[in-house]
């Protein structure tokens, strides 16, 4: 059995992937959204792009078996296994200091954008707009007019989601920190990682 790390509730990682290794990122408690980016390692400017993988797949959320693209239309990653009720979000941007100041936070509230770019910075890496991420375990419905909504994450504990790493990159996780909509089922709670080797 893998060795597990745990990545704190309200806390991001950067974790670096070779070619063919896995990342498992697993709900411990039930509930909890993980936002999730990949940055090419050769070219970290080249990073995993929702909407030009809503536009590779033709539909909104990608399920097992599902490559992610980058925002130059190469597959970067695989969702490679999902034991999840498989609902995960392409749609809304990483939580950030704004976003806590609209809803009324106090300042210094965590956020998933500054646990961005906190975790790349040891890397050498640094973004100004921060990517729009996989929101992994994030419940987003929508209905045919168009209207969204924000609701708790139906992910139960022990869940998981297995990502495949189709060139060398590096993955960047948040545990979400909101704790003011109501997305992180539980609230914020910590998830654990395995970084599997190579397949076959």
Not at 51 to 72: C, E, F, I, W
Not at 91 to 112: K, M, T, V
Not at 162 to 187: F, K
Request: net charge negative; aromatic share 4%; with cysteine.
């Amino acid at each position: 059995m893998p060795d597990q790390t745990v990545l704190t509730a309200r806390t991001g990682t950067a974790i670096l992937l070779s070619t063919g290794e896995r990342l498992r990122i697993i709900n411990t408690t039930g509930g909890q959204v993980v936002d999730t980016w990949a940055l090419t390692a050769a070219d970290p400017s080249e990073h995993m792009s929702m909407q030009h993988t809503r536009a590779m797949l033709t539909k909104l959320v990608p399920a097992a078996g599902d490559s992610l693209y980058s925002n130059r239309r190469r597959a970067v990653l695989k969702l490679a296994e999902d034991t999840s009720p498989g609902v995960h979000d392409t749609l809304i941007a990483a939580c950030d200091p704004e976003r806590y100041e609209q809803l009324g936070a106090p300042p210094g509230h965590a956020s998933c954008a500054d646990n961005f770019r906190k975790a790349i910075a040891p890397h050498g890496i640094s973004y100004d707009a921060v990517p729009s991420p996989l929101n992994l375990f994030m419940n987003i419905p929508w209905t045919a007019a168009g209207a969204l909504e924000f609701a708790p994450s139906p992910a139960q504990q022990g869940d998981y989601v297995t990502l495949e790493a189709l060139t060398d990159v590096i993955v960047v996780l948040s545990a979400c920190p909101q704790d003011i909509v109501v997305i992180n089922a539980q609230g914020p709670a910590d998830v654990a990682l395995e970084k599997l080797a190579v397949s076959g």
